[in-house]
């Protein structure tokens, strides 16, 4: 099983960018499929964005386009790159791993390994 901490969340005025990273330890990160999801106050958590073990990627329509997914193998880390944010990207941002998963895996329940969450608020 892998651990899994993200950073990088914080406050951006609309139109900004952030970088939100997750770092993995105790597992073989090169066989984990790695997504990102989110989840905004009184909201279910949403699908956002998914790299596969291959390094296939797929993302939510609502980010496509502004958001990119990459994985640092020898930092055993995935980012997630956030560009031209929107009020409507503030919410919890979680990283998720699945080991051998496909970019296909857009459902919460796909995933069994959970990091805590980073707040992104994106102001007006």
């Known amino acids: 099983q892998v651990q899994l901490v993200e950073s990088g969340g914080g406050l951006v005025q609309a139109g900004g960018s952030l970088r939100l990273s997750c770092a993995s330890s105790?597992?073989?990160?090169?066989?984990?499929?790695m997504g990102w999801f989110r989840q905004a106050p009184g909201k279910a958590r949403e699908f956002v964005a998914t790299?596969?073990?291959?390094?296939?990627?797929n993302y939510a329509d609502s980010v496509k386009g502004r958001f990119i997914i990459s994985r640092d193998r020898a930092k055993n880390t995935v980012y997630l790159q956030m560009n031209s944010l929107k009020q409507e990207d503030t919410a919890v941002y979680y990283c998720?791993?699945?080991?051998?998963?496909?970019?296909?895996?857009?459902?919460?329940?796909?995933?069994?390994?959970w990091g805590q969450g980073t707040q992104v608020t994106v102001s007006a």
């Open positions: 998720a791993a699945k080991m051998f998963g496909s970019s296909w895996y857009v459902r919460p329940d796909n995933y069994d390994q």
């Open positions: 105790g597992g073989t990160f090169s066989r984990y499929a």
């Open positions: 790299i596969s073990w291959g390094d296939n990627t």
